[in-house]
């Protein structure tokens, strides 16, 4: 494992630059690092997945000032939009969701709220998950699968690890908006970095499995949670900061 650590530490330290974020590397932390509205950036992390290039196209075609709108605004500026899974209906609604909410409460409140009780990354997501859905009051396939689903618990309340998806999207906002350095922009307060989750996605999935972090064949969040342990080995107070390096060593194919 010291050769492991070795390689991944010498690309953080190579990668944690603003050169790793450009239109020929695309990233959709490109769009996002030029607010520091954390509405703004959770709207770059929730529409983040598929081909990276065409993420970054569709966020800078979006008009971020419509979440300071009134919804007839926002109905007529976002005719016509969409995105993949997601309908002009469903893009409409999220920036309704998320203009009423900004009038209302932070995230980082809404987050830590839940989060501070024991310290559970999850629970603080849950809270603000389920706090959009409240507010939406709509249902559809794409918008579902934009925010995610509450998680699903045991019998005795407790959010189960077997079960759940990895949440990827959600643990890179948190990513982004905990950890700071020159890349990831460290907006939120009250937040222990050794607590968040590695953002797993396929790349980092299949990249963690050669490099032996994870046997686990299941991708699920119970693997997510498994990763992030074994990176506490490698740095128990910031085991996250290891995540865009991995997600490159996938994405590049450097292994």
Known sequence: MTDIKELLDQEVCNRNNNCELSYDKPDPLLVASRYKDEYII?????FAYGNARLIVKF???LDFSLLDADDKTIDKALDGYYY??????DVKTIFKVFAKMKKENSLNNIFVDAYKKENNILEGLDAVISKIHEIANYKSQGF??????PFKRDKEGNIKQIGNAPYKRWNMYLRWMVRKDNLDMGLWSGIDTKDLLLPLDTHT???????????????????????????????GNDPIKYDFALYRIGQEKIL
């Open 42 to 46: 959770l709207l770059c992390a929730l």
């Open 59 to 61: 966020l800078d075609s």
């Open 84 to 89: 993949r899974f997601q309908n002009s209906e």
């Open 144 to 149: 579902t699968f934009l925010v995610s689903s």
């Open 205 to 235: 999935f299949k990249v963690s499995q050669k490099l032996g972090l994870l046997t686990r064949k299941t991708y699920d969040l119970k693997s997510a949670m498994l990763i992030t342990e074994k990176l506490k080995d490698f740095d």
